[in-house]
T-cell receptor
Framework: SQQGEEDPQALSIQEGENATMNCSYK?????LQWYRQNSGRGLVHLIL?????REKHSGRLRVTLDTSKKSSSLLITASRAADTASYFC???????????FGKGTRLSVIA | DAGVIQSPRHEVTEMGQEVTLRCKPI?????LFWYRQTMMRGLELLIY????????DSGMPEDRFSAKMPNASFSTLKIQPSEPRDSAVYFC????????????FGSGTQLSVL
């Protein structure tokens, strides 16, 4: 069953604009992770934020986490056509339990 | 490191046939996961192994599905008999549980059951 639910399902923006994707989840987490999937490929890990963190940066990526609202957001700044992909959030309850993925946001960046 | 390796990359078969998907995890990773991805249901966990032992197979849809991990470097997912509704992309992923929470995915097997 899905734990994370991304919003919006699809997003289309112009190159250079910022893209924001949101993720909501239902149960307690140890950390939350974002992954990217190019068409026809496997998912690739982008960034991880722990439950005691509120914000994290990695290059053009900025992730926030609000555990009181059980939500996270992924911001991609100054988007490029190469950022076109599907983006998934995944929740990790810790221990040896598996990640649970949302259905993803399909991002299209138009040059 | 070559990453997680899956084979075949594409599989087209007829209903009723047996299908075997293969996965080689990253060396040193002790957890292996099989996921299935469809447009309707997204990415679903089928089964996962820790140290070659199946931990949770509650995601396996039916008895037609079975998975094995005979050693730390190889796993199979078998569907027998296959049905058209099994058509999906099947991903294998691995991680070094205890040292990293990141999952590393293979490129997937696109399965089409006619």
């Amino acid at each position: 069953s899905q734990q994370g639910e991304e919003d919006p399902q699809a997003l289309s923006i112009q190159e250079g604009e910022n893209a924001t994707m949101n993720c909501s989840y239902k149960t307690s987490i140890n950390n939350l992770q974002w992954y990217r999937q190019n068409s026809g490929r496997g998912l690739v890990h982008l960034i991880l934020i722990r439950s005691n963190e509120r914000e994290k940066h990695s290059g053009r990526l900025r992730v926030t986490l609000d555990t009181s609202k059980k939500s996270s957001s992924l911001l991609i700044t100054a988007s490029r056509a190469a950022d076109t992909a599907s983006y998934f959030c995944a929740t990790d309850a810790g221990g040896n339990t598996p990640l649970v993925f949302g259905k993803g946001t399909r991002l299209s960046v138009i040059a | 490191d070559a990453g997680v390796i899956q084979s075949p990359r594409h599989e087209v078969t007829e209903m009723g046939q047996e299908v075997t998907l293969r996965c080689k995890p990253i060396s040193g990773h002790n957890s292996l996961f099989w996921y299935r991805q469809t447009m309707m249901r997204g990415l679903e966990l089928l089964i996962y192994f820790n140290n070659n032992v199946p931990i949770d197979d509650s995601g396996m849809p039916e008895d037609r599905f079975s998975a094995k991990m005979p050693n730390a470097s190889f796993s199979t997912l078998k569907i027998q008999p296959s049905e058209p509704r099994d058509s999906a992309v099947y991903f294998c992923a691995s991680r070094a549980t205890g040292t990293s929470e990141k999952l590393f995915f293979g490129s997937g097997t696109q399965l089409s059951v006619l």
